[in-house]
């Protein structure tokens, strides 16, 4: 739950900030604020900025649906790290096209990435990508590692029965 927060905090200062707004001097000398983009409405959120915010909401909601573990990784990471590391969520922007094993071999669909790792102040540790599909009724695991004579894309059932699902210590 704490991990949630965290992204959807990091979200909304992602937004603010990447508004693209600069101090303007008007010729009456009044100091205001001017967008380096066509203009839409200054006051609140334009429409695509709401979408991607439901969307983004409708991601992480699919995911940790069917990623319950992600609560238990969250508490974990703190726990082990003496409150210096966090869990990390990030999606990806926009829509990908995901193969059961690379460009050529079976196509799955349409996926949104989503990034989950460990955060610390020097560094971050992978603990996996996940692709959530357009119509959120289904969540895939990417292996990172891809070694030879094993798949790229798993479900997630292939997943937890492989030896890359991560087994926590007590």
């Not at 439901?54 to 573990?69: A, G, K, N, R, S």
């Not at 289904?138 to 292939?158: D, H, I, R």
Request: hydrophobic fraction near 30%; proline fraction near 2%.
């Amino acid at each position: 739950m704490r991990a949630k927060v965290f992204f959807l905090s990091l979200l909304a200062m992602t937004m603010f900030t990447s508004c693209n707004y600069n101090k303007t001097t008007h010729e009456d000398g009044n100091i205001g604020e001017s967008r380096n983009e066509p203009q839409q409405e200054i006051q609140g959120e334009s429409e695509q900025e709401t979408q991607d915010k439901e969307t983004i909401d409708h991601i992480m909601q699919c995911l940790y649906e069917e990623v319950p573990e992600i609560d238990d990784w969250t508490d974990y990471v703190e726990k082990k790290s003496g409150g210096k590391a966090y869990l990390y969520q990030r999606c990806d922007e926009g829509v990908r096209d995901v193969y059961r094993n690379g460009a050529g071999s079976e196509y799955l669909g349409e996926y949104y990435s989503v990034y989950v790792g460990e955060m610390w102040e020097d560094h971050s540790v992978n603990w996996g990508y996940f692709y959530v599909s357009v119509t959120f009724d289904e969540v895939l695991w990417e292996n990172t590692v891809w070694l030879e004579n094993e798949f790229e894309t798993y479900t997630l059932e292939e997943w937890r029965n492989s030896r890359y699902y991560p087994k926590l210590d007590a």
